[in-house]
């Protein structure tokens, strides 16, 4: 990517990077105590909410990893993203409400926080930790991978660094998102989520217009990239180009594992209050619906304009958003939309900096029976201890780590999703059940990902599944599954027992 | 009964979807198509339920639900006809169903119900106060 032969992107990279920094000294000054730090004080309003879980949502796989499957496999990848247009309503309607008021009742910081006052199971609550330091390093390592890749093709670090450029872009990388977290904890993480947030709806509007103005309008793009021969009509069939349980796979993954996902859940506990969920679906649902805008416009302009002539055939689908926003937006619009992007990857990331930190210092320990005595401190210490680790795992292990990043997704909705989405609403859900769910859709999802796409042991078998299932619906339908067996088997003489306070939220 | 119906729904159909990933069954595409789209439909059924029942909400409810099962149909039958087919808003009708139907209809549908509904149904000034009853209570308590 010839990007530095560009300096309006470097430059809007380098303001963008020092406007992150400001914040995060901002924010180091209202970070006074372990609540500030993992939830912000509670004192979030709806804007910076709606915003901020927008931003930890999307990652970079939006505007980058995103088009590029829609150049390789047509419409049908769109299901990952479409279910953003209800998925906040569903969250609203099925956890938000009671997690936003637990909140209120207990000094609840975290989704292992929920599921111990729900279920009174340490077993319950420790095992929601370990899924969420596992789906954490994965996750946080793939974006940390990424953000290493893009700081690198911005500043041209390859040239002059050889072999060290990607240690050294990502150790940058690492620099600010780890400056920021730590200082300014949850504080600068929503904060910088709204200013990125902001810059991602407003990059992905822009090159959607372009898109479109590039194709000639959404109609001729579509009858172009129909009568080719190298994409043809199946590109535009949603459920003709690939099998139905893939497509539906990704729909059903992408709704229902959104109800697990403890980045997104994180933001409801900081609200300062609980009305304002209200107009949380439209603020989320709305601003995610605009993101995803770019994805639908890149990913239809560039086979449109490989088929005219006007660009040459990708080799790598990764290629389709760099090379259209070098070729076809303004180089101060291609500076915000690269901005856009180190702004989708160092949100979500810093989500999970400071998720994997109180699972870290405060689940786990209390999993044992033991509480570490200055949270703030140690909070601290973590962000640092874990971004490191998560650089560093994924600098040496990269195949290993992108792989973990690809299903982290699953992993958490398949572990999380069941005991908190039913539990929290069907008081029958024993503790028992929790804990098998959340085994269930931990172990199933990791044994079955890893299966499905691992390179590094010849001779492991493949799991034995109909063409195109995804290992992550099979292991979200698993835990479902064993949440209500379990209930059915352990809950049949004796309803389980509920903490007062709980059960007064459960019935609201 | 709304509730109940939701649960049973949702306890029959993740074994089933479960199953489904593995069985090579002539219906088993267009069944697994029509349990996703309707699994998050029942969650919402089971969550906003109160005294078991949905009241107001089951109508936006069960519009949800057969919208989404609609545009599933549509897309299942329409497999194949991007060409032959007929076309609309730009994109052949399988393409506009899942663009217009699954992604864009929901959010207006979702979203304005949510909040038209909020104050009487999901979140009621007498839940606060009762709320705020409970724990000033247990505050006397000690």
Redesign the interface.
């Known amino acids: 990517m010839p990007i530095l032969d560009k300096p309006a992107i470097v430059w809007t990279a380098i303001i963008y990077l020092a406007l992150v920094v400001v914040i995060g000294f901002w924010a180091a000054r209202r970070t006074r105590s372990a609540k500030d730090f993992f939830i912000a004080g509670q004192g979030i309003g709806l804007v910076v909410t709606g915003l901020a879980t927008m931003s930890a949502a999307f990652s970079g796989f939006v505007f980058i990893g995103g088009p590029g499957l829609t150049y390789s496999m047509g419409l049908a990848s769109m299901f990952i993203c479409i279910p953003v247009s209800f998925t906040a309503g569903l969250l609203c309607w099925v956890v938000a409400k009671r997690l936003r008021l637990l909140a209120g009742v207990r000094e609840i910081y975290t989704v292992p926080d929920v599921i111990y006052c729900r279920y009174r199971s340490r077993l319950a609550s420790g095992l929601a930790a370990t899924a969420v330091l596992v789906g954490t390093v994965g996750y946080l390592g793939a974006q940390l991978q990424a953000l290493g890749i893009l700081i690198e093709a911005i500043f041209g670090t390859r040239g002059p660094l050889g072999e060290w450029s990607l240690a050294v872009a990502m150790a940058l990388g690492l620099l600010v998102v780890v400056f920021y977290a730590t200082a300014g904890g949850m504080v600068a993480g929503v904060y910088t989520d709204l200013f990125q947030g902001t810059l991602m709806v407003g990059a992905a509007i822009a090159v959607f217009l372009y898109a479109l103005k590039a194709g000639g309008g959404l109609e001729p793009m579509a009858r172009t990239i129909a009568e080719s021969d190298r994409f043809g009509p199946g590109h535009l069939d949603p459920l003709g180009a690939v099998p139905v349980f893939m497509a539906m796979g990704f729909f059903l993954v992408f709704a229902v594992g959104t109800l697990g996902q403890p980045h997104m859940l994180h933001k409801f506990f900081m609200l300062d209050d609980p009305r304002k969920l209200k107009w949380v679906p439209l603020v989320v649902g709305g601003t995610q619906t605009l993101c995803v805008l770019i994805w639908l416009g890149i990913g239809l302009a560039v086979p449109s304009l490989v088929v005219v002539g006007r660009l040459a055939p990708l080799g790598n689908p990764d290629e389709a958003s760099p090379q259209f926003l070098l070729g076809f937006v303004p180089e101060v619009l291609g500076g915000l939309v690269f901005a856009g992007i180190l702004a989708a990857i160092m949100s979500t990331a810093d989500s999970f900096v400071n998720i994997g930190s109180a699972a870290l210092i405060r689940d786990l320990p209390k999993a044992f029976g033991r509480q570490v005595s200055d949270e703030l401190f140690w909070g601290r210490v973590a962000v640092v201890g874990i971004a490191v680790s998560a650089a560093v795992f994924a600098y040496l292990y990269g195949d290993l780590i992108a792989l973990l990043g690809t299903f982290a997704f699953g992993t958490f909705g398949a572990a999380l999703g069941p005991a908190l989405a039913v539990g929290l609403n069907w008081r029958r859900v024993t503790a028992a059940a929790a804990a098998a769910s959340i085994a269930t859709g931990m172990g199933v999802n990791l044994v079955l990902e890893f299966l499905a796409k691992q390179a590094f042991f010849e001779g492991l078998p493949r799991p034995p599944f109909q063409a195109g299932v995804l290992p992550a619906a099979v292991s979200l339908a698993a835990s479902f599954t064993v949440l209500f067996v379990v209930t059915w088997a352990t809950g049949r003489r004796r309803p389980p027992e509920i903490d007062e306070d709980v059960a007064v939220v459960m019935d609201l | 009964m709304a509730r109940r119906i939701a ?1 049973l729904f ?2 029959l159909a ?2 089933l ?2 199953v ?5 069954w002539p219906v ?3 069944l ?2 029509v349990l ?2 309707g ?2 439909v029942a ?2 059924a ?3 339920a109160r005294q078991g029942r949905v009241g107001p909400l089951g109508l936006p409810l069960l519009g ?1 639900l057969i919208l989404l099962e609609g545009c ?1 149909v549509g ?2 039958l ?3 006809r ?2 032959d087919g007929p ?1 609309f ?4 009708l ?2 506009a ?3 217009y139907g ?6 207006l ?7 038209l509904t ?2 009487r149904f ?2 009621r000034q007498e ?2 106060d ?2 705020g009853q ?2 000033r209570d ?1 505050e006397d308590d000690g």
Do not use: H
């Not at chain 2, 489904?20 to 090579?24: H, T």
């Not at chain 2, 808003?89 to 052949?92: D, M, Q, S, T, V």
């Open positions: 649960l949702l306890a993740s074994p979807i479960l489904l990933n593995f069985m090579p088993a595409e267009t697994f198509a996703v789209m699994y998050p969650l919402i089971m969550a906003v949800l599933a897309m299942l329409l497999r194949g991007v060409l076309w808003g730009g994109l052949p399988a393409a169903i899942q663009l699954v992604w864009l209809a929901p959010l549908l979702v979203a304005l119900v949510y909040a909020f104050d999901a979140l839940d606060l009762r709320l409970f724990l247990r």
